[in-house]
């Protein structure tokens, strides 16, 4: 098992390798799975020295998560795909909201930009069209919740799906889901 200084050590060099499998288009989809979540991974490892890497990393996610928006549900491979994709950036992102607030300002303020989009993606990835299993619900919710409790600002999270989302727990036959729906 790779040790936590070790990845400490080499993230400078492979952080910007990782953010390149995400950008080629010719590699194939696995890999950039890895690289979302090889990447939430070494965020909460590495904390503030991610700095330099995090305006990035924000801006690939956030492209990432625009493919999940139009999708031909007749091609039943992409939508595979996407349903593994919005998994990897739903655990990276919860990574990188965990440990804001352990941050400070700059990453708070860098991060805030990019709310909105991330709780629209969280939206989408409820829609009937990707059958959300109650799993992927409790880490959308999980998420969401997070934001929220970080960026405390009511207008980011004025959708009725987010309710649809705390409803569909509280009434779920899970005391997990029940707990975060009334979280």
């Known amino acids: ?26 590699l194939q989809r696995e890999a950039k799975l890895g690289a979302v979540t090889a990447i ?34 007749n091609d039943f491979d992409l939508v595979e795909y996407i349903v593994k994709l919005q998994g990897a950036l739903i655990e990276s992102y919860t990574c990188i909201i965990q440990e804001v607030a352990n941050s400070d300002a700059k990453v708070y303020q860098m991060l805030e930009e990019y709310v909105p989009g991330i709780v629209k993606f969280c939206i989408i990835c409820v829609q009937g069209k990707f059958s959300p299993t109650l799993p992927r619900v409790k880490e959308i919710a999980g998420l969401i919740g997070d934001l929220a409790t970080t960026y405390q600002k009511k207008e980011y999270f004025e959708y009725n799906e987010i309710e649809e989302i705390v409803k569909f727990l509280k009434d779920a036959e899970d005391e997990e889901a029940n707990s975060i729906g009334n979280w």
């Open 1 to 26: 098992m790779v040790e936590s200084q070790n990845i400490i050590s080499a993230f400078k060099d492979y952080v910007p390798l990782l953010h390149g499998i995400m950008i080629n288009r010719n």
């Open 40 to 73: 939430g991974d070494t965020y909460l490892i590495t904390k503030d020295q991610f700095l330099p890497f995090l305006e990035d990393t924000l801006k690939l996610f956030s492209s990432a998560a625009e493919q999940c928006i139009d999708v031909n549900v």
